[in-house]
């Protein structure tokens, strides 16, 4: 069975959240606290999928490899949660229909989120 390199998703995540929210690669120097709530919500989710389908099933929806991402569940993660027209939803063709459906449920109960400390000279952003 295949394993979650935990830190390979929350980079995922990031990446996502860095490309939606800035539209460039300027903002991808994310503060620590910024990291950390990313961490903290990405193993959260983690959790509330194994929980949904089991470890096997779970670890499997997770692990789908993404175009340009290691992960693609990350990716869905950030977008589905936050309203971004786009998540698991609309991509049954990966997860199947049922649990694009549970997988965007638990996003929805997770709540909309937009955090993202940036540094740097250029960009100096904080969403909440």
């Not at 690669?25 to 089991?54: N, P, R, Y």
């Not at 470890?55 to 950030?78: M, Q, R, S, V, W």
């Not at 638990?106 to 540094?119: A, L, Y």
Request: with cysteine.
């Amino acid at each position: 069975m295949k394993t979650i390199d935990i830190e390979q998703f929350v980079n995922d995540y990031l990446t996502t959240a860095s490309w939606v929210e800035c539209d460039s690669d300027e903002c991808t120097d994310f503060t620590k606290q910024a990291k950390q709530d990313a961490k903290e919500d990405c193993l959260k989710f983690i959790d509330l999928v194994i929980s949904a389908f089991g470890k096997e099933k779970g670890t499997e929806l997770l692990t789908i490899e993404g175009n340009d991402l290691c992960y693609l569940a990350p990716h869905d993660f950030y977008l589905t949660r936050n309203g971004h027209g786009s998540g698991f939803w609309d991509k049954p063709e990966y997860y199947g229909i049922e649990a694009s459906e549970v997988l965007s449920d638990i996003c929805k109960d997770m709540k909309e989120t937009n955090v993202c400390h940036v540094r740097g000279k250029k960009s100096k952003l904080t969403f909440y």
